[in-house]
């Protein structure tokens, strides 16, 4: 288990005022996160832009020194013993870089494997097998500055899983990629967890895919925890809104009143509009009302053209909970 | 350290193989060469083979050639390596794969060290290229002390090496490797006897060539291949050059680690 207990981080800026002297200003980039990673779990961490996402990455992964708090995988103490530490984590980073673009898939992950104390047929065979994993057999021996943007993005998970980590630290890894690559790296990213029992934290501004993979979800503002849970239980507690969008060939004016009066008894909230493709009805409420409108509609025998029904999302409860907390 | 030390070495190879750079092999034979003609022409047309006679009793030697085309040869080996080790790390920030290689658990001695010897071939080849130009223009080599030539070349380049260490720190420092290295080469190149002994220097600026270990390099390399001193003189030398040598290996080991953990501060990204 990964564990991490009040995080705090700040950076020092040194900005220049007058032209010479500079006035050192804090910028506190996490302020007391915790959060804990099972092995087989992933954990999404979710926070608009300058949240303070990258800077935990970094510093569960060793890469910065908390400024406090402590950070322990599997009992060991990451800030005292990071050399330990390394050896059981990893970390990907969307777009191109970590990677030496003069050598090639092979060698770069030979290079790699090597530092990690890899070496002979040990290694090459995990790389054989990685570079198969991500699909680069045949460019496998191109330099990486002859690569496709995906097929960079495919070598740098390739490269995270080297040395066989117990944890893994994905920083935005779809960035930039195209539907379907992004679709196979979540595939294997849910198999990395489920198949080989690797714990997982994920970054990603891609709600959809974070509400697809993630067993649990923090979501972090100015650096600190502002809800923790399941996607399910945070939709849940945040948007109580549903909508529900039904469109007729007609609704004449008695059936309308009818409906309306009906409506606002069970606490939803009707609003009509009348569009080319015949009367639209805009229906809002704190609960799922399919069923009580179809029964409605039934009774007075409505016929419907269109009938959606929005389920909100992950998406909808992080922009629920930015508008109140702006 | 030996895992990356030849991991190192490895992957400097393949991309010395892939993609030789050319421009900088070229340029530092150039740089030899250039000291060596400059000196020649100068000698035979704005001297006529004339000699101050401080330059005889400062050097102990009346082979003004030779002196000047050791300068330009044991120079432009210096400015190489030192080269080819301070940029490491800071090419790999630049490149984007410098927390990529901070991830793993490896030795960073080893990794520097990989890429020195590696580095040395390529400053070697560069080295014997220009020794065959010099021996054209007048560099006149006596086998003196040979079976001292090995370990000086040997305390030469560890103490070459840890000063890059020290030049590579100041390079995470700055952000920058052109004006700082163009800095020290410049400084070397002056008080380091090069063209010219340090003796002819005011006093303050002579100092300096106490901290290049290019100066004890040169003293050394001289006394041994182009005319004999007492031993004496060279093992007191070879001592100083050790003794540098290790001062800074400590402080660039120890800078080099403050640096690289400022730069994952404050780098953005
Ligand atoms: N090296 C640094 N020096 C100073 N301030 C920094 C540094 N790195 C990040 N910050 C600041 O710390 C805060 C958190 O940054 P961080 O990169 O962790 O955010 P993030 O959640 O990853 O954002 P994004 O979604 O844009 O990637 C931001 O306000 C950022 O400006
Ligand atoms: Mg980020």
Known sequence: MLEAKHLHKSYTLKEKNGWLSRRKQQIKAVNDLSLTIEKGEIIGLLGVNGAGKTTTIKMLSTLLAPTSGTISIDGINAVKQPELIKRRVNMIAGGERMLYWRLSARENLMYFGRLYGLNGNTLKQRCRALIDKVGLTEFADRPVERYSKGMKQRLQIARGLINDPDYLFLDEPTLGLDAPVARQLRVLVKSLAKEKNKGILLTSHYLEEVEELCDHVSIIEKGHLLLQGTPRRIIQTIVKDRSLIVVMKTLDKENWHWLKQETDKLGIHAQKKETNEGTRVDMKATFDMTSSFLALAQKRNLQLIRFDAKKPNLEDAIIRLTEVHD | ?269
């Not at chain 2, 002196?67 to 790999?92: D, K, P």
């Not at chain 2, 001695?109 to 080849?125: D, E, T, V, W």
């Open chain 2, 1 to 269: 350290m030996w895992i990356a030390f030849s991991a190192t070495f490895k992957r400097q190879l393949i991309t010395m193989r892939r993609a030789y750079p050319w421009s900088f092999f070229i340029g530092h034979i150039l740089d030899g060469v250039y000291i060596t003609i400059f000196a020649y022409l100068s000698y035979h047309f704005i001297f006529q083979g004339q000699l101050n006679t401080q330059f005889v009793s400062y050097t102990g030697t009346s082979d003004y050639l030779s002196y000047v085309i050791m300068g330009g040869v044991f120079n432009s080996f210096a400015v190489s390596l030192l080269m080819i080790v301070s940029r490491m790390l800071i090419n790999e920030m630049r490149e984007g794969t410098l927390e990529a290689l901070l991830l793993t658990p490896s030795s960073r001695l080893g990794y520097f060290l990989g890429a020195a010897i590696q580095g040395l071939m390529r400053s070697g080849i560069e080295w014997l290229a220009i020794i065959c130009v010099g021996l054209f223009f007048g560099l006149n080599l006596v086998a003196a002390h040979l079976a001292l030539l090995l370990p000086i070349m040997i305390v030469l380049c560890f103490a070459l090496f840890a000063q890059a260490l020290v030049l590579g720190g100041f390079m995470l420092a700055f952000r920058d490797t052109y004006i700082t290295q163009n800095t020290l080469f410049v400084i070397m190149t002056l008080v380091s006897g090069v063209s010219f002994p340090p003796q002819f220097l005011p006093d303050w600026i002579q100092g300096l060539s106490l901290i290049m270990p290019l100066y004890y390099g040169l003293e050394l390399m001289r006394s041994v291949m182009t005319h004999a001193a007492p031993s004496s003189d060279i093992l007191y030398h070879l001592l100083s050059l050790s003794t540098l040598g290790i001062l800074y290996f400590a402080i660039g080991l120890l800078f080099m680690k403050r640096m690289e953990k400022s730069v994952l501060e404050k780098h953005f990204g």
